[in-house]
């Protein structure tokens, strides 16, 4: 499996902006996974995009895949203060079938 | 529907010392994984079972060992604890090895003295 590197390693802003987070890795994926993770708890799947796709979207959460560059963005727009966790990325390879994940981006959301 | 549980939450130990933790899931998943995380480090997968009665080793297995008891549980024990085994641990499940999405536990937060 590969890991995926996560970037910026922090940000922070005020409720109601749009934060990005950006994720790239280095071989052919199948699919490309987002996970949150709030303080002291375990990780929560967020949304997954497949090889094929390009953007996805799920309520406030918008996933784009650019497999020619080999990386993906995770956008969570009007950014709430229960939004502020940390993220995952976990892309999969083909054939492969464990999960690794990077140091994540920590996020923190202002009121 | 309980999910992933983890127990206990919250365990100290002195070096040399062995400790179990437990690991049950209630979703009929075939898959389970146990990982750590530490600061900075991200998560690192330690042990995983793919069905019940096999086991594999991750990329940091050393110092750990692991029984898949049947589809539910899935234990990790430290025969001899080290500080350098401090760490969050955390359990995850998912119902097929190879489909996507996992499913984890709250964690268990491990300290070695």
């Known amino acids: 499996s590969q890991q995926g590197e996560e970037d910026p390693q922090a940000l922070s802003i005020q409720e109601g902006e749009n934060a990005t987070m950006n994720c790239s890795y280095k071989?052919?994926?199948?699919?490309l996974q987002w996970y949150r993770q709030n303080s002291g708890r375990g990780l929560v799947h967020l949304i997954l995009i497949r090889s094929n796709e390009r953007e996805k979207h799920s309520g406030r959460l918008r996933v784009t895949l650019d497999t020619s560059k080999k990386s993906s963005s995770l956008l969570i727009t009007a950014s709430r203060a229960a939004d502020t966790a940390s993220y995952f990325c976990?892309?999969?390879?083909?054939?492969?079938?464990?999960?690794?994940f990077g140091k994540g981006t920590m996020l923190l959301v202002s009121p | 529907n309980a999910g992933v549980t983890q127990t206990p939450k919250f365990q100290v130990l002195k070096t040399g010392q062995s400790m179990t933790l437990q690991c049950a899931q209630d979703m009929n998943h075939n898959s389970m994984y146990w990982y750590r995380q530490d600061p900075g480090m991200g998560l690192r997968l330690i042990y995983y079972?793919?069905?019940?009665?096999?086991?594999d080793k991750g990329e940091v297995p050393n110092g750990y060992n692991v029984s898949r008891l049947n589809k539910r549980e899935f234990s990790l024990r430290l025969e001899s604890a080290a500080p350098s085994q401090t760490s969050v641990y955390f359990c995850a499940s998912r119902p097929d090895h190879g489909k996507e999405k996992l499913f984890f536990g709250s964690g268990t937060q491990l300290s070695v003295l």
């Open positions: 976990a892309p999969m390879n083909s054939g492969y079938s464990t999960l690794t």
């Open positions: 079972s793919a069905s019940e009665g096999t086991t």
């Open positions: 071989t052919s994926i199948n699919n």
